[in-house]
Every structure is written in C-alpha cells, then in structure tokens.
C-alpha cells in the first residue's frame, strides 16, 4: 500500500519536477561565465556559453563561444543577448562574475540593483575585477588546461590560497552585503591577460579597492598578501620568503601551516587604536644556500625575521587602503560590534578618522617541521 502511495505521489510531482523552469534540454544552453562593463554610456553584457556539442579537435577549436549585447540599463542588454543567442542561457551554471574596470570606476549604481535582485546570477559565484582588459576579452581568453577562461580564472584563485596564501576571494553574495554594510567596504581580486607563448591568457594581478559606489585604486601581490594576515579568523597555506640568517643575499623559504587572526579596537575619546595578534604555525621549507640553518639558534632567527616579513605585508596593506581612505580592513565594522555608542558618534566623521588610526601588530611565528631531514644538504 505504502509503495502504491508514493508511486502515485511521484506521478503528481513529475510536471513539477521537470527541471530548467519547464524548458526542453535541446532550447538551453549552460553559461560558464558573465561579463558586465561600460561601452560609452551603455552597459555591455558578456556571456560565455558552453557549445552543445563538444568540437572534435579542441587544440584547434574553443569548446565555447562569447557573446555580448549592450543596452541603457543591465536587464536591457542581458534580454538583446537573445537577438544573437538561438537558445535559453541558464546564468545559474555560471561560477564566475567579471566586473569590468570602467563601470567599477564610474558607478556601480548601474548594476548593483539587477545583481541583488535578479533570482538567476548565481549569488555565490565569484566576482573579480578585469585590469587592462574587457570582460568580453577575457571570456574570449583560452586558459591552460581548462576548456574554459571561467573555468581557468576560477581554479588560479582557488590553488593560488593554499600554496601562495594572496588572494582572497569574494562572492557576489558577499560583495551586495559588504556594500550594504557601514564600517567595511570590499576587496575583489584583478584579473587580466598576459602573454604565455603565443597566446594571451588569464592571470590574478592584485586586487580592486572600492569605497562606496566606485572603485578608488588597486592593491599591489605584496599588500594583497597582508590583507588576507589581516583577516579574522584561521587561514590554511602559502609561504613566506625571508633573508638567509647566513647570508642576506640568499633567501629561506618558509611554507604556512595555518594561520590565526584575531583584532580588537581600542578606544580613547575620539582616539581609535586597533590591536592586531597574528599566529602562524609553519615549515622550513627551502634554503638556496649552503650551510647549516637547522640549529635552534637560527631557528629562532628565522622565525624573528619571518615575524618582520609578515609585519611589514600588513603594514604595507594598512598604507594602501588608508591612503585611499577605504575601509577594506572592516575596523569600522569591528568598532561598532565592540564600541557601538564609539562608533554611532564617529561614524559621520569615519573619513577623518581611518586614515589615522595606528595599529599595533604581533607576530609569533613558530617553525614546527623540516620534512624529510632536520639537516640541511651539504656538498662533499
């Protein structure tokens, strides 16, 4: 009886269940990425759809095609797609969201209504910033490995955290509740071309400041790395390049295990301080030198100088983002969790105040293993 019940009861939910909001399979087609920038005064919509069928010699032919549209306003040039595109693009497939420069730097009024409220982009793809480069370009763009420039944009972000410890990545969801927050505005890494061989293909070079509705400036590999040692929380992977202790001409380099983070603020009258504790937990990786480096002695000079190294990541980090006055750092946000009536009475002046706010950092870096030998080689 039990299984007549859920037979029956399956036959009622199959027209439900139909997926792709009831369209045939054969009308639709997967979009791997979306684009959006300025053309003049018009927006430019940029989508790169998977082919249906995959080409039979992929070294000569792009398993994917880009087209773009422009209009007055965002839905406008996203509908037009459909003058050129013979099949219905599913933005939900799509795990990569480029935001190109010249709409970043006008106004991003021009597409932040459309991107909170339209149910098809996916909030929780990332978003990235194209540098030089339209977003069109870089959809155009084959990336190595990958059939897809998405594809390959995506995975350089996600390995990058875990061996290198740069960038950090930010999803479309984050980036709409980051703008609608006081107190923090967002970071999202650049992407653009550079020359591989013959071709041109995608890379992540630093990432975009915003303050408000626009972008105000970039930070450099250097300053990106001390943002993410700023960051609350725990961080896994990346490594640290230090001077030898035995020779400052050759370089040690120390890979990260984990990393913690905790801030609190500090507050006198109108004076804020933050207090930042960095702990990192890490490896004795490389030395290209000779000589014995392993002694606890040198150990302890190693982890002093890595100290130094990721002090001064994050307050190359802090400079940057003071002097384009942009709280990416959330200290605004941290002040109002912990000193809300501080922060009510400060927040008109917060353009006054960040810039001068100091920061007290500490460093305690701990080497915990040397892998496969606890010496290092020495030629006979």
């Known amino acids: 009886m039990i299984r007549v019940l859920l037979f029956m009861l399956l036959l009622i939910l199959l027209p439900v269940l139909n997926g792709c909001q009831g369209?045939?399979?054969?009308?639709?087609?997967?979009?791997?990425?979306?684009?959006?920038?300025?053309?003049?005064?018009?927006?430019?919509?940029?989508?790169?759809?998977?082919?249906p069928m995959a080409p039979q010699n992929a070294s000569e032919e792009p398993s994917f095609v880009v087209t773009s549209s422009t209009g007055p306003t965002f839905s406008d040039a996203a509908r037009k797609i459909?003058?050129?595109?013979?099949?219905?693009?599913?933005?939900?497939?799509?795990?990569?969201?480029?935001?190109?420069?010249?709409?970043?730097?006008?106004?991003?009024?021009?597409?932040?209504?459309?991107?909170?409220?339209?149910?098809?982009?996916?909030?929780?793809?990332?978003?990235?910033?194209?540098?030089?480069?339209?977003?069109?370009?870089?959809?155009?763009?084959?990336?190595?490995?990958?059939?897809?420039?998405?594809?390959?944009?995506?995975?350089?972000?996600?390995?990058?955290?875990?061996?290198?410890?740069?960038?950090?990545g930010i999803h479309v969801g984050e980036f709409i509740n980051i703008l609608s927050t006081s107190g923090i505005e967002p970071l999202v890494p650049q992407?653009?071309?550079?020359?591989?061989?013959?071709?041109?293909?995608?890379?992540?070079?630093?990432?975009?400041?915003?303050?408000?509705?626009?972008?105000?400036?970039?930070?450099?590999?250097?300053?990106?790395?001390?943002?993410?040692?700023?960051?609350?929380?725990?961080k896994q992977g990346g490594l640290i390049i230090i001077p030898c202790p035995l020779d400052q001409n050759k370089k040690v380099t120390l890979e990260i295990l984990r990393?913690?983070?905790?801030?609190?603020?500090?507050?006198?009258?109108?004076?804020?301080?933050?207090?930042?504790?960095i702990d990192v937990e890490g490896n004795f990786y490389e030395q290209n030198s000779t000589g014995e480096l392993l002694t606890l002695e040198n150990i302890k000079v190693m982890e002093q100088l890595a100290n130094e190294e990721i002090r001064r990541q994050c307050n190359a980090c802090i400079t940057q983002a003071q002097?384009?006055?942009?709280?990416?750092?959330?200290?605004?946000?941290?002040?109002?969790?912990?000193?809300?009536?501080?922060?009510?009475r400060l927040i008109s002046r917060w353009n006054e105040i960040f810039p001068q706010i100091e920061a007290d950092i500490k460093v305690n870096f701990s080497i915990r293993r040397t892998y496969l030998t606890d010496r290092s080689f020495e030629f006979r």
């Open 23 to 51: 369209r045939e399979i054969n009308s639709t087609t997967a979009t791997m990425g979306l684009g959006v920038d300025l053309a003049g005064d018009q927006v430019k919509m940029s989508i790169q759809l998977a082919k």
């Open 82 to 168: 459909y003058l050129k595109t013979p099949r219905y693009t599913l933005w939900s497939h799509s795990s990569v969201f480029l935001l190109g420069e010249n709409l970043a730097r006008k106004d991003l009024s021009l597409i932040m209504d459309t991107l909170s409220r339209n149910v098809d982009i996916r909030k929780s793809s990332l978003i990235f910033v194209t540098q030089g480069y339209s977003p069109e370009q870089l959809l155009q763009a084959q990336s190595p490995l990958e059939p897809t420039s998405s594809q390959g944009i995506k995975n350089l972000l996600e390995l990058q955290e875990k061996q290198l410890g740069i960038y950090v």
């Open 191 to 234: 992407v653009t071309l550079a020359k591989q061989g013959e071709k041109m293909v995608p890379i992540l070079n630093g990432a975009a400041v915003f303050k408000g509705k626009k972008m105000v400036g970039s930070l450099n590999e250097d300053e990106t790395r001390g943002y993410r040692f700023l960051q609350e929380g725990q």
């Open 259 to 277: 990393c913690q983070t905790k801030s609190q603020a500090q507050v006198s009258g109108d004076n804020v301080r933050m207090q930042i504790k």
């Open 323 to 344: 002097s384009l006055n942009s709280d990416i750092l959330g200290w605004g946000r941290k002040l109002e969790n912990t000193h809300p009536k501080t922060f009510n």
